[in-house]
């Protein structure tokens, strides 16, 4: 089933500088800690002038779409998904 | 006595690659969600019942879940369909990084659509590794740098048609060639039908002159072609299925519009205005951009019952103001002699025009009234889009949400150079 939200989340990442790559490795989410798995995709969009990165990511159970607002540094979580039919 | 030129198989080595993303849309999802990934889903254009699905993945396919059907009719044939809304900028996204890797090795790639890519390595550094080790090496790349789950079919021959042939032998993944070599084995392989362009009433004309099948058409002489399609493409036909280059032919834009299937029955000119009005708003922020003004617009009006109405009208005035372009686009709808419940609106301009001088008017102040609309232009560029909108389009905020388009690609130019 997907549920679309918009709610803010907390999401720590990692940078490795020379893979020069960003990595979201966990999430926490209505109190629960949810350890990244595996990042599907990682693009982005724009509105305006604002440029927002969407990561695609993967715990062992539910799939998360985190979205960060490059102007604010805020992350929210747009979307979650246990990939089965509704 | 009978003059006789047969023309043979082009000899030319296969420089041309068609490249095709297999199940787009759907692919990515599941490159993007690893839970999805080995199962059935569709992208269709709403998750409703009635959505039109816009791409199965490879295992709904299995099922005979197909492009066009109803979310209702895939999920009929498939229970466990999982059915997701298109995220147009994820798409976008894949294709930007594909161009990325094919601009690595001929600067000649053409995109065809979102997911079909067209490259030409003759002459290039690439073509002396092989035509095959650049597919391959194309396919390594696609799945270390853009996702593992994503794979592409690639067809290699010396003219874009074959290659797209090629392209389709075997999906997915798939890497062919047709050539001089091998070219009547494959044609032998394939219907009529199964070539690009060939569907039921070109198969009728062929059949008409007693061609059945691939090979007939290949070995028809040049007359036969001719008189079965009665017009130039007789000629295509004879060229292309020979491996000669008739479709390297690029069409320049000539008109810009947006279209909106409706979610819900609207009738009544109130009711549908607010939704012209968007897409009129859409269409002239896209044409601004692209520097052009016009001289034409369109509307075209899909009902329920299956009328379709439409029409079209040149105007005297340069325009570029969506607030012009709206009220003619008002008196179209109003035109309309139908009054049913309406499926589909579009709305189009024409007649673009480069920047031109404006003509200045006796009671209207152009170049002010230019200024504004730059300036509201810039306001929603900053900010966002319909940041500043008309009023009559409040309510329409979930209204002609972002599209991909099917097939073209003149939508691509406007991300790819921002």
């Given at each position: 089933m997907i549920e679309k939200l918009s709610l803010p989340v907390s999401v720590g990442i990692t940078f490795d500088h020379s893979k020069r790559k960003v990595v979201p490795k966990w999430i926490l989410w209505e109190g629960k800690l949810y350890p990244v798995e595996k990042v599907g995709l990682h693009h982005t969009y724009r509105e305006g002038r604002t440029l927002f990165h969407v990561f695609s990511v993967a715990s062992k159970t539910?799939?998360?779409?985190?979205?960060?607002?490059?102007?604010?540094?805020y992350w929210r979580l747009e979307e979650i998904s246990d990939g089965m039919p509704d | 006595m009978e003059c006789r030129t047969e023309l043979t198989f082009n000899p030319k080595p296969s420089t041309i690659m068609h490249l095709d993303l297999n199940s787009c849309f759907a692919t990515i999802e599941q490159q993007a969600n690893p839970h999805l990934r080995g199962k059935p889903i569709a992208v269709a254009a709403y998750s409703t019942l009635l959505g039109c699905i816009v791409a199965p993945s490879v295992e709904a396919k299995t099922y005979g879940v197909k492009v066009g059907m109803r979310v209702k009719e895939g999920k009929f044939l498939c229970p466990s369909l999982i059915v997701l809304p298109p995220d147009p900028w994820k798409y976008r996204n894949v294709h930007l990084g594909l161009r990325k890797i094919l601009g690595d090795y001929t600067?000649?790639?053409?995109?065809?659509s979102i997911d079909e890519f067209v490259l030409n390595l003759e002459g290039y550094p690439a073509y002396e590794k092989g035509m095959f080790n650049v597919g391959l090496k194309i396919k390594q790349r696609i799945k270390k740098e853009i996702g593992e789950w994503i794979t592409v079919s690639i067809g290699i021959a010396p003219n874009r048609f074959l290659a797209k042939t090629a392209a389709g032998l075997h999906k997915p993944d798939g890497l062919d060639e047709i050539n001089k070599e091998n070219f009547k084995d494959i044609y032998a392989s394939l219907a009529l039908t199964g070539l690009c362009g060939i569907k039921i009433r070109n198969a009728a004309r062929l059949n008409s002159m007693g061609i059945y099948t691939v090979l007939d058409f290949y070995e028809a002489p040049y007359w036969k072609l001719k008189s079965a399609f009665e017009s130039i493409l007789g000629y295509y036909w004879y060229l292309r299925l020979r491996g000669r280059e008739v479709d390297d032919v690029i069409f320049a834009r000539r008109s810009y519009g947006n279209s909106f299937a409706l979610p819900k029955p609207l009738t009544s000119v109130e009711e549908l205005s607010p939704v012209l009005s968007k897409l009129v708003e859409k269409t002239g922020k896209r044409l601004r951009r692209a520097g052009y003004k016009i001289r034409g617009v369109h509307l075209a009006i899909s009902y329920r019952d299956g009328n379709f109405w439409h029409r079209g009208v040149t105007t005297p005035k340069v325009l570029f103001d969506s607030r012009d372009i709206y009220k003619i686009a008002f008196r179209l709808l109003n035109r309309s002699p139908y009054k049913g419940s309406v499926r589909e609106l579009a709305v189009s301009v024409f007649n673009l025009l480069g920047e031109p001088s404006l003509q200045l008017e006796l009671f209207d102040d152009l170049e002010k009234k230019e200024r504004i609309v730059k300036a509201v232009d810039a306001v929603n560029e900053r900010w966002?889009?319909?940041?500043?909108?008309?009023?009559?389009m409040m309510e329409t905020k979930d209204v002609v949400i972002d599209r991909i388009a099917f097939g073209g690609v003149k939508e691509l130019e406007e991300f790819t150079y921002r």
């Open positions: 539910l799939f998360f779409r985190l979205v960060l607002n490059t102007d604010t540094l | 600067d000649k790639f053409y995109p065809k966002g889009d319909f940041v500043i909108t008309p009023a009559r």
